[in-house]
């Protein structure tokens, strides 16, 4: 009781010196479980999680491939793969990897508009005898393919999503439109339009609205500001591939030419990135494919959703070692300022019969005291606050503080305030005698006051007693008596001289 009472009697005294100590070893500690949060969800964000996700693997045409499309001239669908190349493809796949891909596909081909539904026009719109239209219909096979949508991702915004490889889906001829080609064209849920063949305008097909869409990846000027409408993404319709077929509107006779030949977009379902990467390195090999990539828009997506996450992890991996290793510093700082000039303190204490031991024991409570309840707030607030900051800062990405990282901070929290404890203990612990009862240099002659205190030599040199000021020295040492011997010294050495005085006049 007796060591707690002065350890926190010292603390109080010193209250600033203790106050910034805990604000410290709560940023240090706080910073540590957010920062460590921040960057085992990046860790977990570029590499599990990354590595397990499904792909679907898609060919697209190159950039140089793209720069020659001109919409007006047909030709330009002999770039288009057909299922023979693609086969090809898949089977080289299945010989690097003795695994079958699954594959799902989206059809694309332009369709005029009638009377009913007039698509919204494009900046240098021509005749669709030349361009096959000025709506795309697009069917996908299942859900995989219209996620790989080539303009991007789309939401429903009235009505129903297409249902894929379903008796419904076989037999109807369900479709999404833009929303805002259903605000110019005045459609709603249950509307009915008809399309006309790209190549045969004999053939009609009417096709009802069953949902609204909305696209939710942003635009590009390569398909939002075009010069033929049927390029806008907002004139395309959506459907399923079954409709297409149903209708004949997909010509797979690999010899289609024209309009008549629609684009097959096929798609190749992939466990997880691995194996994608395998496909890239197949797909490069072959010569079938030279004119197009593989692409992945879903790990594209991916990884713009956790580029933020990203950048704030660099941040973390530059701003944890610089707050541990300053924060550390001042720690130090404290610590030993907090030991610095106790001297007599000690010298006192150990004269009262105070053991090192107990005496060391006593400086390392002075550290508990300020530095655990620092630690446990600052533990506690991180492990609350990583979630909500790291949503914040990640862009939605959580960043969960789990066991691990607590166990983490708090061994090695324990372990620094131990340390740092111990560097106080051996403050006490390692004190000399001889060098808690030597003069303190401004105690006037060093040496005759240390002598004096310790008994050695003569009390006081009479010179430097007659001194005022020295006096004062000596009486700052704490030994007056070697002061008061030294007056009393002088007197009788003067009543000497005038007893030797009056002898000589007799």
């Known amino acids: 009781m007796f060591v707690l009472k002065n350890a926190w009697a010292h603390t109080v005294r010193h209250k600033w010196r203790s106050l910034l100590a805990i604000l410290v070893a709560i940023v240090v500690t706080f910073g540590s479980m957010v920062g460590l949060a921040e960057r085992a969800a990046a860790d977990k964000a570029t590499g599990s999680d990354y590595e397990s996700q499904q792909v679907v693997a898609s060919l697209r045409p190159t950039a140089a491939t793209r720069a020659t499309y001109d919409g007006t001239d047909s030709s330009y669908t002999s770039n288009y793969m057909g299922w023979t190349d693609y086969n090809t493809i898949g089977i080289s796949f299945q010989s690097a990897t003795g695994q079958s891909p699954n594959p799902t596909a989206t059809v694309s081909l332009p369709v005029r508009q009638t009377g009913d539904v007039k698509a919204i026009p494009g900046t240098d719109d ?21 996620d790989a949508n080539y303009d991007g991702r789309f939401t429903i915004v009235s009505g129903k999503n297409l249902e894929y490889q379903t008796t419904e889906a076989l037999t109807s001829n369900e479709v999404l439109v833009s929303k805002a080609l259903a605000s110019k064209d005045g459609l709603k849920v249950g509307s009915k339009f008809k399309v006309t063949n790209p190549t045969d305008t004999a053939k009609t097909y009417e096709l009802e609205v069953r949902g609204i869409y909305e696209y939710t990846d942003p635009g590009t000027t390569s398909n939002t500001n075009t010069k033929l409408a049927k390029d806008n993404r907002d004139n395309v319709i959506f459907t399923t591939y079954a409709v297409i077929n149903q209708n004949s509107l997909a010509d797979t006779n690999e010899t289609a030419k024209g309009w008549a ?11 997880d990135v691995a194996q994608y990467r395998t496909f890239v390195s197949v797909a490069k090999k072959d010569k079938v494919a030279s004119k197009y990539q593989v692409v992945a828009p ?15 992890d660099a941040a973390m991996r530059t701003a944890l070692p610089s707050l541990w290793f300053v924060g550390g510093l001042l720690l130090l700082a404290l610590t030993l300022l907090g030991v610095a000039g106790r001297r007599d303190e000690i010298g006192m204490a150990i004269m009262s019969g105070v053991s090192r031991p107990r005496l060391g024991w006593q400086f390392m409570l002075e550290s508990f005291i300020v530095l655990l309840p620092g630690f446990a707030i600052g533990a506690l607030a991180g492990g609350f606050a990583a979630g909500p900051l790291g949503n ?5 990405r959580a960043t969960p503080v789990d ?8 061994w090695i929290g324990l372990a620094a305030v131990l340390a740092l404890a111990i560097v106080a203990m051996l403050r006490a612990v390692a004190a000399h005698a001889d060098v808690l009862f030597a003069a ?3 105690a ?5 006051a240390g002598d004096g205190v310790n008994g050695i030599g003569d009390a006081g040199d009479g010179s430097k007693a007659s001194n005022g000021s020295e006096t004062g020295d000596g009486s700052e040492t704490g030994d007056s008596n070697d002061a008061g011997d030294s007056v009393d ?9 005038d007893g030797d005085s009056k002898e000589t006049d007799r």
Do not use: M
């Open 126 to 146: 021509q005749s669709a005898d030349k361009t096959g239209g000025e709506f795309t219909l697009r069917g996908f096979y299942s859900t995989e393919a219209a």
């Open 261 to 271: 030949k629609p684009d097959l977009d096929l798609g190749f379902i992939l466990t």
């Open 298 to 312: 879903s790990l594209e997506r991916y990884e713009d959703s956790i580029a933020p996450l990203k950048n704030l």
């Open 392 to 396: 914040a800062l990640g862009a939605g």
């Open 403 to 410: 066991a691990g990282i607590v166990w983490k901070v708090i």
């Open 440 to 442: 303190r240099p401004d």
């Open 444 to 448: 006037g002659d060093g040496g005759a």
């Open 489 to 497: 010294d002088k007197n009788a050495d003067g009543e000497h001289a």
